[in-house]
């Protein structure tokens, strides 16, 4: 009678377990339900600052509304292209707050510079910086004149077009136009930062260094890239 009794017993307690543990299913399934999901997007690695967002760093997934942060990125292509400013570890949600867009100067001059080239400064003065009108995001040619001794022993000097249709960055620390205007500065900025390829650096620094550079403005409508010979001294003298 008593193994009877406990057999019972077992079995009703069996049933309320199983009870239990449906209703609380039922329960989590009816909340998940009637609480809002929204998709976020979240790092599926490590991902170190100043680093070039790709697709294979992301995941999407579906959260409750409540536990979704704010500002959180909800579509990867949304995040796809741009920097981390901070570093975001693997599994955190990915915040548009934490991402910049390349090109945007107000992140700094590293990320103003365009891919594949280089940013690189010049002192300008009065005259070759063109009395203070240079602007960021304005578009110059550089020319350079050198002094050197020709094969025959004499001095010669030259002016060439070393560069054209070049960037400009920055003028002194200023990165953005529209931050302050040239009628608001008190003193001519000393440098004009360029983007230049890595390859035009070279004779840039060069022809700073060791002759006089000045900046030529470019119409914005103006893209040309004129094919201009070097000039010597001797040949404005003969009627060049």
Avoid: C
């Avoid at 697709?55 to 509304?65: A, C, H, N, S, W």
């Avoid at 991402?99 to 992140?107: F, N, P, V």
């Amino acid at each position: 009678m008593l193994n009877k009794k406990l057999l019972l017993l077992a079995v009703v307690f069996s049933l309320l377990a199983a009870g239990s543990v449906y209703w609380y299913l039922s329960s989590l399934s009816d909340g998940t339900e009637r609480g809002e999901m929204v998709p976020v997007v979240t790092a599926a690695q490590d991902i170190p600052k100043n680093t070039v967002i790709e697709e294979k760093m992301l995941v999407k997934t579906e959260i409750p509304r409540e536990y979704a942060q704010g500002g959180v990125i909800n579509n990867i292509k949304d995040a796809e292209g741009k920097v981390a400013q901070v570093k975001i570890l693997q599994g955190q949600q990915v915040l548009s707050k934490a991402l910049i867009q390349t090109g945007d100067r107000s992140a700094g001059l590293a990320y103003a510079v365009p891919k594949g080239r280089r940013a690189v400064s010049v002192a300008i003065n009065e005259v070759s910086g063109l009395d203070g009108q240079l602007m960021p995001g304005d578009r110059v040619d550089v020319a350079a004149t050198l002094d050197f001794s020709g094969s025959g022993g004499g001095d010669i000097t030259q002016t060439s077009i070393i560069l054209q249709d070049i960037e400009v960055l920055a003028v002194g620390r200023v990165l953005e136009a529209e931050k302050q205007s040239w009628a608001q500065r008190g003193e001519m900025e000393k440098t004009v930062t360029l983007a230049v390829l890595p390859e035009e650096s070279q004779p840039l620094i060069l022809a700073s260094e060791r002759g006089s550079i000045r900046m030529l403005l470019r119409s914005p409508a103006d893209s040309g890239k004129p094919n201009l010979g070097s000039l010597q001294l001797n040949d404005m003298l003969r009627g060049r």
